[in-house]
């Protein structure tokens, strides 16, 4: 799908734009975000602020990384 910016009322941005937006097999949408991890292996801030924004705004969002 084309990208396009997922509003995130009370998030740490108004909006946001996932990496990847698909239909899953329900016909629901749903996004990808990809990003950089630390040593943990767990998102940078930046990126679990996006997932958190996306998340609470109702658009199921998973993450995958590129490091």
Same mark, same amino acid.
């Given at each position: 799908?084309?990208? !396009?910016?997922? #509003?995130? #009322? &009370?998030?740490?941005? @108004? &909006? !946001?734009? #996932?990496?990847?937006?698909?239909?899953?097999?329900n @016909?629901?949408?749903? &996004?990808?975000?990809?990003? !950089?991890?630390?040593?943990? @292996?767990?998102?940078?801030? !930046?990126?679990? %602020?996006?997932?958190?924004?996306?998340?609470g705004? &109702?658009?199921?969002?998973?993450? %995958?990384?590129?490091?």
């Open positions: 799908m084309k990208e !396009r910016l997922i #509003p995130t #009322p &009370g998030g740490h941005k @108004g &909006g !946001r734009r #996932p990496d990847i937006l698909y239909k899953d097999c @016909g629901n949408l749903c &996004g990808v975000n990809v990003g !950089r991890t630390k040593a943990d @292996g767990l998102p940078i801030k !930046r990126e679990q %602020q996006a997932l958190d924004d996306l998340n705004a &109702g658009l199921p969002t998973t993450f %995958q990384q590129y490091d």
